[in-house]
């Protein structure tokens, strides 16, 4: 009996084995890396014409080597500022988005073999007659944030007195050039040469500077095996011909476009036709964030407002307090805090929605807490002394009859903070949210049609706005 018995445990042992190490190799298999990106950057990364994916040089080789080492990326669209503040707050496993390796960006991150070759380059309107460095004396030029290029330009701001513009995407930074607000873009030459290519009104004039070498990034000291996994999958790429075939395809004589050249396509109603997909993915995020920011924006608001006039001085200050800080903070700075600054502090993950959901709750919440505590008392004193003189405790007496009063003061604020939030969804874009701002800078990244894009997003905005006030007008008529 002993016998059998040991034998089906040391059965059952073997098959617990098994099944661990079987699992060990699947979930090894099928592992999957959060890469961040900025997809306002073609050719290395832009998105498809579908609307549906992200395509470039960078993209495509970051999914080969992803099936050449048997993992799984899932691509991030953040902005390239905010990819890479999310790498160092472990909220991203690494970054691919035409980062050139630097000493300075050495010390906080770890970088792959170079994987392109490039530099920075000048580009001016078409009809401009700078030539050189020399004649920007005196003048302004636009620069990305966070980029080897403005790093150049910051470089030598002195020397030649050169004021600078910095935007955070490429197509802004070259329609204030062909606006004639700065007379001159810097940006890597590639990318350029791509912008130019697919219809941007300017021409790269100059030398090539501060060549330098584009790597794939993570954070210092951490995800080695994946660095090491694309360093492997990069040589193997190089080796059979696929890593040549990937840049030819994008930057080679038959290159391919970005977006469609046909005349039709770049009408207001083209592309409103080609993109209506994309945009109305964006409508569906930010309607989303809205509905549900305001939902407990409004319960916390609710909540600080009775604290602010209830009778207990502590409380009273906690309300104030909070009021102070949560409205006192741009709204930017709020959404940069939670969604990078606390994952610092903690090393626990925040999902971008989550975030843009606590940014909203805090700020939107302290405005309404605010409108809250006026609402309750604009209610006439007595009201409260004849409540608690009939013998209503003063909750009771809260609820049952100055409430009421004040919320027939309060609707019309209510609804106006839904406008407000619907609008304060746009600044949720810097932590990669792809809410309806976003969603355009990443279509006119890929089709240069900065002027007729921001108009339909604007129109967008501008009919839901309209809706909400017919409503808070029809329910303050109502009211009263």
């Known amino acids: 009996m002993k016998k059998w018995q040991s034998m089906i445990i040391t059965f ?6 098994g099944l661990f190490l079987h699992s060990s190799q699947v979930s090894a298999a099928e592992k999957t890396y959060t890469i961040g990106t900025d997809v306002t950057y073609a050719p290395f990364e832009y998105q498809a014409e579908d609307g549906k994916s992200y395509v470039g040089i960078d993209m495509d080789i970051m999914r080969a080597v992803a099936k050449e080492e048997g993992f799984k990326v899932d691509i991030k669209a953040l902005g390239f500022n905010a990819a890479v503040q999310a790498l160092e707050a472990n909220q991203i496993d690494g970054v691919m988005a035409g980062m050139t390796v630097s000493p300075e960006r050495q010390v906080k991150f770890d970088f792959s073999e170079s994987y392109y070759d490039s530099g920075v380059a000048m580009a001016v309107g078409a009809n401009s007659t700078i030539k050189s460095l020399d004649d920007l004396k005196g003048k302004k030029v636009a620069i990305k944030v966070g980029t080897s290029s403005a790093e150049f330009v910051n470089s030598i701001k002195k020397q030649y007195n050169i004021t600078t513009t910095t935007f955070d995407d490429s197509s802004n930074m070259y329609d204030d050039v062909m606006t004639g607000n700065s007379v001159a873009a810097f940006d890597d030459k590639p990318v350029l040469a791509y912008g130019i290519k697919n219809g941007i009104k300017m021409k790269i004039v100059g030398e090539t500077y501060e060549k330098g070498e584009y790597g794939f990034a993570v ?23 696929e890593y040549k075939k990937i840049v030819d395809k994008y930057t080679g004589t038959n290159a391919k476009s970005a977006n469609s050249n046909s005349k039709s396509s770049r009408t207001i109603l083209g592309l409103l036709k080609t993109n209506s997909g994309t945009l109305f993915d964006g409508f569906k995020q930010t309607m989303l964030l809205t509905i549900v920011a305001i939902v407990f924006a409004t319960v916390l608001g609710i909540i600080l407002g009775m604290m602010g006039v209830a009778p207990n001085k502590w409380l009273n200050g906690l309300s104030s307090t909070l009021i102070y800080i949560f409205r006192g903070l741009p709204l930017i700075v709020l959404a940069f805090f939670i969604y990078i600054g606390i994952p610092n502090l903690t090393g626990t993950k925040i999902p971008a929605f989550v975030a843009g959901i606590i940014t909203l709750t805090l700020n939107e919440g302290a405005y309404t807490a605010a409108f809250v505590k006026g609402g309750i008392k604009a209610v006439d004193n007595g009201q409260m002394e004849a409540a608690r003189s009939l013998g209503l405790p003063y909750g009771k007496a809260m609820m049952k009859v100055i409430m009421p009063q004040g919320i027939k003061i309060m609707i019309p604020s209510f609804i106006n903070q839904f406008i407000i939030t619907l609008k304060d969804t746009s600044i949720l874009s810097v932590i990669g949210i792809l809410e309806l701002t976003q969603t355009g800078k990443i279509i006119i990244a890929r089709n240069l049609e900065g002027f007729k894009m921001w108009l339909i997003i604007a129109v967008i905005y501008l009919v839901i706005i309209t809706l909400l006030t017919w409503l808070s007008n029809l329910v303050e008529r109502k009211i009263k």
């Open 219 to 241: 954070k210092k000291g951490t995800n080695k095996e994946l660095l090491t996994k694309f360093n492997s999958g990069l040589k193997k790429l190089k080796a059979n011909g």
């Open 12 to 17: 059952m042992f073997a098959c617990g084995v």
